[in-house]
């Protein structure tokens, strides 16, 4: 919700700055306040929603994803890795060739709702590009969480003061 708040709120800002022929008879300039607007509130709704989903899985003892942008960014490489090597049985086997057919749709021409109908145009590949976003930031999220787990349980040998025992 926050990605597509964000991506409405660019279209309307975009149309105010560059449009000056009507939108579907409307004046853009109605028509980039709306969208402007209609974006903020998504958005909006969708960090209380985020949040709210948050303190619940926290309070359920459920595995939330950690990490910033850059850091989910870097453990995608490892997350893919470890999927491969079949040492990550979290996600899926089948979600990183999902995500790649995501990103050949993305990139082919080809599209359900060809790009010259306007403003419709996109929003199958703005629903595609979300979906993909969420799915591996989340993805990568957990695993950075399943990580820094891994690093604070001792191991078999280790009796928690840093020394392996001999």
């Known amino acids: 919700m926050v990605y597509f708040g964000g991506f409405l709120g660019l279209v309307g800002l975009l149309t105010l700055v560059f449009r000056d022929g009507d939108v579907v008879g409307m004046p853009a300039v109605a028509v980039g306040i709306g969208l402007l607007v209609l974006g903020v509130v998504v ?7 985020r949040r709210k ?34 040492t990550y049985a979290d996600l899926p086997k089948s979600r990183p060739f999902i995500w790649a057919l995501a990103i050949v749709y993305l990139i082919s021409p080809i ?12 929003t199958d590949d703005a629903g595609v590009f979300v979906w993909l976003l969420t799915s591996v930031s989340t993805a990568t999220g957990l695993y950075l969480n399943r990580q820094r787990e891994r690093a604070r349980l001792p191991g078999p040998r280790d009796f928690g003061n840093g020394e392996a025992s001999r």
């Open 111 to 122: 599209d359900i709702l060809p790009d010259l109908l306007p403003l419709i145009g996109v």
């Open 53 to 86: 989903v948050r303190r619940r899985k926290i309070a359920r003892g459920e595995p939330v994803p950690v990490g910033d942008v850059f850091e989910r960014a870097r453990a995608l490489p490892g997350l893919l890795r470890e999927v491969r090597q079949g």
């Open 43 to 49: 958005g909006a709704f969708g960090v209380v929603r």
